[in-house]
């Protein structure tokens, strides 16, 4: 029994779209509630997703924005700490790591929109990512990557 649970453990540990606050603040550490929305700060560490709590860099900090549909995450949008507005916007590299840690041992695939915007598409259909760079040239905006139930 004790070698399933062991087995099992990083999966259990592991939070995604459509989990319980409960089950999110256990992989992403405390949140400040923002009015039915939940704030997390977080870092990538070896390409996982961990509470930024006790780190002292915080420019290597994101945000996840999360939304409930009812007690159950329907939506997280990442940004990255915008205290420096230099460190602003999220690289390549970050996305790579958010959606990887995303997965759920799924792949993320590209899909075409007009609209041009960079968008992945889980293979398994559950999940969409759209990324938006910042646009607007503004210090206090940033870029923001979504990952959000597929509804289609």
Not at 37 to 44: A, D, G, K, S, W
Not at 64 to 73: A, I, L, N, P
């Given at each position: 029994?004790?070698g ?6 990083p999966a ?7 989990d ?7 992989r992403?550490g ?6 039915g ?15 930024a ?30 205290s ?6 999220l ?7 958010i959606?990887g840690?995303a997965n ?5 695939n ?16 559950k999940?969409?990512?759209r990324?938006s760079p910042?646009k ?15 509804s289609?």
């Amino acid at each position: 029994m004790l070698g399933v649970a062991l087995l099992a453990w990083p999966a259990m540990a592991q939070a995604s779209i459509g989990d319980t606050l409960p089950q999110l603040r256990e992989r992403y550490g405390s949140a400040q509630d923002m009015g039915g929305q939940m704030l997390f700060e977080v870092r990538l560490v070896n390409g996982q997703i961990v509470p930024a709590r006790g780190s002292a860099d915080t420019q290597g900090h994101f945000s996840v924005t999360v939304y409930f549909d009812g007690d159950h995450s329907a939506m997280e949008i990442f940004t990255r700490n915008t205290s420096d507005p230099v460190k602003a916007n999220l690289t390549q590299a970050d996305i790579d790591t958010i959606l990887g840690a995303a997965n759920d041992g799924q792949t993320w695939n590209p899909v075409q929109l007009a609209s041009g915007r960079p968008t992945w598409l889980r293979s398994d259909n559950k999940l969409i990512a759209r990324f938006s760079p910042n646009k607007s040239g503004k210090e206090d905006d940033a870029s923001v990557l979504v990952i959000m139930l597929n509804s289609k």
